[in-house]
């Protein structure tokens, strides 16, 4: 999206809602069918690995807890930083998009580690079921998560240009709801994974 | 640069030539880029069809070896599918929505160009198969573990996957696209109750693609995985499920023939309406039954699945869900006739088209309630019989509908009239062709013929139905002949249609054929569901309305110059990397790097260019 | 463009007698149709399918025709304009009340057929042939049917012996992929899965040899995927099973060459012999081979001429087929011949 400079005049819409804000809930509301397609996959392929390593033995809550709490601390984070910039304080905005996005590189360095962990104890997308479930589920989200942290750069970048005010912030707020989104889609599959062990 | 076009000046980076097309946003062009595109995938495609019919023609044929049977059928299907009549629809949808909305384009037009090129190159990817090791052999729908390595050893079904993900971007953004513009740039006025029902059932075929086909994505993912880097999901062997493709496959599979379906019940309920002159016979019924085949149609995805051995109570409960969804199809076909019962009928082509669609449809439709029937289907499924049943819902039913679309609104996209005489020739010629191909398979599949066989034995007692299915395939391509004749002649010759051929009842009408870049010179704002014809006919309005039922401000009104959105090349850079990235994922992963690079690339463009 | 009209309903009269008399002819060439059931659960199935299209068609003629009329009535020209009509209530309910209670019906009569065919009426297998429930365990392979009868060690491929008035419970696997075991004549499909053990049963109530086809799709040769079921009196069925549990016959002359060549040779890589050394898993079980009509997915007549066609290049019979062609010398074919037909 460019520069939300009052160029030209926004057209009134229909709804009321701006078309952006309304295609990111649309494409939640799609991204939601994807994941619970693949989340719907690990839950009915529990159980029925050939071989090991299962997760029973190769999963590790500790870890992917504190992990977890990163990840939520983070939606904190751009709950905070939208709340700085409905305010105008633009370096409110700055600074807690950047933690933001640390936190989410901070996440994504604990699931590397959490791989890690797991190909060395012989799991792999090929090595059996669980694994080719359990990577494919938890890499989906890992990209996804990849996405948000770009895209918060993005509104990074345009922040530090001056580009994102208290009166026009709708950046913050959509790529706000597609951070929340991707926290929500890990909080169940940690919940499904590691706590319920579906 | 600033070019004027009657009183309101505009910009334009590129105007002509080359450059023009593969940079445009207007949804004008990338509605004629669909259905252009579309429309060469369905030649592809028919020919694919009429060497399936040749081979088939006579028992013992070996005109075609089975390996090269078995690429046919499936890209046939694949074709026809995902790269006709979806992107027909799409090109529909984006030429005359926004214009029966009385909106200026789409919501999101860069987002609108990549949705085709993605779709485009999708298309090309798949059919480079044949010439890199063999086109997808395991038919459209792909069945599991015949689709992995072991037993399809070539790049075929990686070609399949990737060309499905590829055209699936382009069905998800523009599906979005679609949402948004019908939700949010209507005119004012126009509230959904006053919505035309075209844009009714687009608005219920995107939510169904945006909720769909994030399964068929989930599954071809997944066999691409299994195919490239060893996951078993489908491999029985290691744990795996062939039935987990079915199920993923079928939730997407279903409601992807409603997708087929609706926009195609769209065209029908303008048509009739507009050569019937007068409304469409209860229009709430028809909306909403809409509506209620897209929430149903995600139920009863396993009644592709009767014969797979699941629990009989399981096979009972789609059963009843799928006889269920019968019932908002039988509305909208009586709603139909009873539009036409008191018309005052103008008996041009696309109401000749409309009214064979209802015809084939109902045909199609009690096959399908047959289907329903457990028992019934244990018999016929995977039979001829379901080959004739598909045939007439997608042919019977969308491709006439698509062709009484093209007649419909030809005049619109090109100022000129095709030649009715012809239409109605092509007609009666694929009407016949079509009933003397089609008919008989459902006699086959009683008689025992399974489908996707590539020969039979001349001992059943095949061969003369066959043998006149073929002939009925080659009728309907002398018909598809005679459109293309109708097409070339009129573009050249057509008589000059002017804005309102037909004597219209919606907005699209009130612009010029074609309508200038910016569709109308101030924004209407509208009072009823037929605004135009109730601003023709007062006398004729059926809605009560205090207010004129259309009111089309004077353009020196307009406030300055119409901000058009110049072109732009980055979505079809972006469809670029993303064909890059794929072709890399089949012959040379770590080179996708690149196709992601350039993606990336565009990205940064489109988000830096100004609106 | 006027006069089209008036054809319309002739036109429409002429496709539908044309097609009637296609119907008609169609019938009558020895088809595998479940239209001539030969089980009693098969019947079930034709006397369910019958009332439903006895039910389409009237639907089907009714709304055409209000189609067709309103098409013809409203095209004659006119003076005045269209009713414009947007709706009647009570019309609109009629017509969704209709279908529903027609469709309820429907299904309510579908319900009690399935119940009667899903659900075998003497689900445990049991051993001795006559009287009891005989149990069969069918295995898809690509592109042949493997028949094993555990109870009465017997194992062969594409012909399947029943006796008549029992009922036969079926086991159904896949080694490969997914096939489908279909014989219209005497039952409804069910898939073979890998990695699944799904059933069917029938009670065939009329002797006789009915065509069965895989229905689905399973690679390169499904068309040439084929069974035969031979429903047999209990005697005659009796005399098969002791013919085959009987070992593989003894040979002499050119059969024993034959035999030599095959023992020695990569057949029994693939084939089983009962009571030698040939174990082989691949591809059928060839102890009686000779008492079978057909062979290769029960689609080549099972004679001399045929078998050497076959030695000489199965692919190039069967392309795709995963028996390779052994390049083996004519005299070697000769004696394998002498012996395959010997193996009664």
């Known amino acids: ?198 | 640069m600033a070019t004027n076009v009657g009183a309101l000046p505009m910009e334009r980076r590129y105007e002509t030539g080359i450059a023009r097309w593969l940079t445009t946003v207007n949804h004008k062009d990338i509605g004629i880029l669909y259905l252009v595109s579309a429309f060469l995938f369905f030649f592809v495609g028919g020919i694919e069809s009429l060497l399936i019919r040749l081979q088939l023609g006579e028992p013992n044929n070996t005109l075609l070896s089975p390996d090269v049977y078995n690429q046919i059928f499936t890209m046939h299907g694949t074709t026809m599918i995902f790269l006709f009549v979806m992107p027909v629809m799409a090109g529909f949808g984006n030429y005359i929505v926004p214009l029966m909305i009385g909106a200026r384009d789409m919501a999101f037009p860069r987002l609108n160009a990549l949705s085709f090129w993605t779709f485009l190159f999708g298309g090309l990817l798949l059919y480079s198969s044949f010439l890199l090791g063999g086109a997808p052999n395991a038919g459209w729908f792909a069945y599991a573990p015949l689709t992995s390595t072991q037993y399809a050893p070539t790049h075929g079904m990686d070609f399949w996957v990737l060309g499905i993900l590829m055209t699936g971007v382009g069905s998800t953004v523009g599906s979005l696209n679609f949402v948004v513009t019908i939700l949010n740039l209507r005119a004012p006025g126009m509230k959904m109750s006053k919505m035309p029902l075209y844009v009714w059932q687009q608005l219920v075929t995107s939510f169904i693609i945006l909720f769909a086909l994030p399964s068929l994505t989930v599954a071809a993912i997944l066999l691409f995985l299994e195919r490239n880097f060893g996951a078993p999901f489908y491999l029985a062997n290691q744990g795996g499920d062939p039935l987990l493709w079915q199920h993923l496959f079928w939730f997407f599979g279903h409601p992807e023939v409603y997708i087929l379906i609706l926009p195609a019940f769209g065209i029908i309920s303008e048509v009739l309406p507009t050569f019937a002159r007068k409304p469409i016979f209860g229009y709430t019924a028809v909306a909403y039954s809409g509506v209620a085949i897209g929430f149903l149609g995600f139920t009863v995805w396993a009644h592709h699945m009767f014969a797979v051995g699941m629990n009989p109570i399981a096979d009972a409960v789609f059963s009843i869900d799928s006889m269920i969804i019968a019932v908002p199809t039988s509305i909208k076909i009586f709603n139909w006739i009873a539009t036409i019962w008191g018309g005052k009928i103008n008996f041009k082509a696309p109401f000749l088209f409309a009214v064979g669609f209802i015809a084939m449809f109902i045909i199609g439709g009690l096959s399908g309630v047959s289907l329903a029937v457990v028992p019934i289907n244990f018999q016929v499924t995977d039979t001829y019989y379901v080959v004739a049943h598909l045939h007439y819902v997608l042919f019977g039913g969308s491709v006439f509908a698509i062709f009484a679309g093209i007649y419909y609104w030809f005049p619109k996209i090109t100022g000129r009239l095709m030649n009715d005489r012809l239409g109605h020739l092509q007609f009666w010629i694929q009407f016949v062709g079509f009933n003397l191909t089609f008919f008989p398979m459902h006699i086959l599949g009683l008689l025992g013929m399974p489908r996707r066989i590539y020969t039979y034995g001349s001992q059943y007692g095949w061969d003369t139905l066959n043998l006149l299915e073929t002939i009925g395939a080659f009728t309907i391509a002398m018909a598809i002949l005679v459109f293309v004749w109708n097409v070339v002649t009129s573009l050249r010759r057509g008589e000059k249609a002017g804005n309102d051929p037909w004597d219209g009842q919606t907005l699209e009408w009130t612009t010029s054929s074609p309508p200038p870049a910016y569709n109308f010179a101030t924004i209407p704002t509208v009072h009823t569901r037929r605004p135009f014809w109730d601003q023709k006919y007062p006398q004729l309005a059926t809605e009560k309305s205090k207010t004129p039922a259309l009111v089309m401000p004077a353009a020196d009104d307009a406030h300055g110059a119409v901000h058009l959105p110049a072109g732009s090349f980055y979505p079809i850079i972006i469809a670029l990397g993303l064909a890059v990235a794929f072709y890399a994922m089949i012959f040379m992963l770590p080179l996708s790097l690149i196709g992601v690079v350039i993606v990336f690339a565009g990205i940064i463009g489109w988000v830096r260019e100004p609106r | 463009m006027i006069s089209r009209q008036k054809n319309f309903p002739m036109r429409t009269l002429f496709l539908v007698l044309g097609l009637l008399a296609i119907i008609a002819l169609a019938g009558c060439a020895g088809s595998p149709t479940w239209f001539e059931p030969a089980s009693s659960n098969a019947a079930l199935i034709t006397h369910l399918g019958t009332a439903i299209f006895l039910i389409a068609i009237g639907v089907f003629v009714i709304v055409e025709a209000m189609l067709v009329f309103s098409v013809v009535r409203f095209s004659r020209k006119r003076e005045g304009e269209a009713l414009q009509i947007e709706g009647n209530r009570k019309l609109e309910i009629a017509w969704t009340a209709a279908p529903a209670i027609v469709l309820a019906v429907v299904f309510a009569l579908s319900l009690q057929t399935l119940q009667s065919v899903a659900y075998s009426p003497a689900p445990d297998p049991a051993g001795t042939p006559a009287g009891d429930a005989v149990h069969v365990r069918v295995v898809g392979h690509q592109w042949w049917w493997e028949f094993d009868y555990p109870e009465l060690n017997i194992t062969t491929a594409n012909e399947l012996h029943v006796p008549v008035n029992t009922v036969v419970n079926f086991d159904l696997e896949s080694v490969d992929v997914i096939h489908s075991f279909w014989v219209p004549q005497l039952a409804g499909k069910t898939d073979v899965i890998p990695g699944h053990i799904n059933h069917t049963w029938f009670k065939a109530d009329q002797l006789g040899t009915f065509h069965g086809q895989c229905a689905e799709f399973c690679g390169e040769e499904h068309a040439l995927m084929q069974f035969q079921v031979v429903v047999q009196s209990p005697d005659q069925f009796q005399t098969w099973v002791a013919q085959q549990q009987a070992p593989a016959a003894a040979m002499t002359g050119d059969a024993a060459k034959g035999e030599q060549l095959f023992l020695n040779g990569a057949c029994i890589g693939c084939h089983t012999v009962n009571g030698t050394k040939a174990a082989g898993k691949v591809g059928p079980n060839l102890t009686h081979l000779a008492s079978r009509k057909y062979f290769a997915g029960n689609v080549f007549e099972n004679n001399a001429a045929n078998l050497k066609k076959w030695l000489t290049d199965p692919p190039a019979m069967k392309p795709g087929t995963l028996m390779p062609n052994l390049h083996l010398a004519p005299t070697d074919i000769d004696a394998l011949v002498a012996y395959l037909t010997s193996l009664k």
């Open chain 1, 1 to 198: 999206m460019s520069d939300i400079a009052a160029e030209h005049p926004i057209e009134p819409t229909s709804l009321g809602i701006d078309n952006r804000k309304l295609v990111v809930w649309t494409f939640i509301a799609s991204e939601v069918m994807f994941f619970t397609g693949l989340i719907v996959t690990y839950i009915v392929m529990r159980g029925r690995s050939t071989t090991g390593p299962y997760p029973e033995e190769a999963l590790s809550v500790p870890l992917v807890a504190i992990n977890t709490f990163i990840l939520l601390s983070s939606s904190f984070t751009m709950v905070t930083a939208l709340s700085a910039i409905q305010r105008g304080d633009a370096r409110g905005l700055r600074r807690w998009l950047i933690a933001t996005a640390v936190l989410g590189l901070l996440f994504l360095s604990g699931q590397a580690v959490e791989f890690t962990t797991l190909f060395n104890d012989g799991a792999s997308l090929s090595s059996n079921l669980f694994g080719a479930t359990f990577f494919t589920l938890t890499g989906f989200h890992g990209m996804h998560v990849f996405v948000g942290v770009i895209w918060i750069a993005f509104v990074l970048a345009r922040a530090f240009r001056g580009g994102v005010t208290k009166d026009n912030h709708l950046a913050v707020e959509l790529v706000g709801l597609y951070w929340h989104f991707v926290d929500i889609v890990w909080i169940i599959i940690f919940t499904v994974v590691y706590l319920l062990r579906m």
